[in-house]
């Protein structure tokens, strides 16, 4: 249990820095007149992986907890 608060925190940083890249990219890669929906589906598709990985991670632990961790 000691290495759970360290590992939580790298997972913090290493989000934070992947969605600060993939906003970054967006606006390289988005049309200025289209910017914003992009951004919008972006932020959709961010809060909606939030909120099912817990149940997919929990269906899979109820399966098999190594399936939970692949």
Do not use: E, I, K
Request: include cysteine; charged fraction near 5%.
């Amino acid at each position: 249990m000691g290495g759970a608060p360290v590992l939580r925190c790298l997972v913090g940083f290493l989000l934070g820095g992947a969605l600060t890249l993939a906003y970054s990219l967006g606006g390289q890669l988005a049309p200025s007149d289209t910017r914003g929906a992009a951004f919008g589906w972006l932020a959709l598709g961010v809060q909606f992986g939030t909120a099912l990985s817990p149940l997919a991670t929990g269906g899979l632990a109820a399966l098999s907890l190594r399936g939970a961790f692949v």
